[in-house]
């Protein structure tokens, strides 16, 4: 394995992905007092856009979803790591949350890919 393989390859392409993205349709993240909009979103990342704030990539960090979902408001505690920032807006990965909040994030997931 090359120690600077992943530097050339391509970016995926949206057909080559593991995880099926969905847009965030009204989902927000909030890192530390700001909000921002999820653009789209999977089971293991998310993109927001527009993103200005003061994250680096490879960058660990603290966040909450803010998912409303049959009427009802959740705010879900998570942790991420930077993937990337470009003009696209911030990609991360994120950890799986706590059980309860999981089965949230499933149905939520479910609900706006019918959308």
């Known amino acids: 394995m090359s120690l ?13 992905r593991k995880h099926d993205r969905i847009p965030g349709h009204g989902a927000r993240v909030q890192i530390d007092s700001h909000h921002y909009p999820v653009e ?14 003061d994250l680096i990539v490879r960058q660990q960090f603290s966040f909450r979803f ?9 705010d879900i505690p998570s942790h991420g790591l930077v ?15 706590q059980p309860y909040y999981q089965h949230i994030m499933a149905e939520y997931l479910r609900a706006t890919k019918l959308m």
């Not at 600077?4 to 080559?16: A, H, I, M, P």
């Not at 991360?92 to 949350?97: E, F, L, M, S, T």
């Open 83 to 97: 993937v990337r920032i470009d003009e696209f807006g911030l990609a991360a990965r994120y950890q799986r949350p």
């Open 40 to 53: 789209d979103i999977s089971t293991v990342g998310f993109r927001l856009f527009p993103y200005e704030g």
């Open 4 to 16: 600077f393989g992943g530097l050339f390859q391509q970016r995926k392409n949206d057909e080559n």
């Open 66 to 74: 803010k998912l409303v979902l049959s009427g009802e408001s959740y």
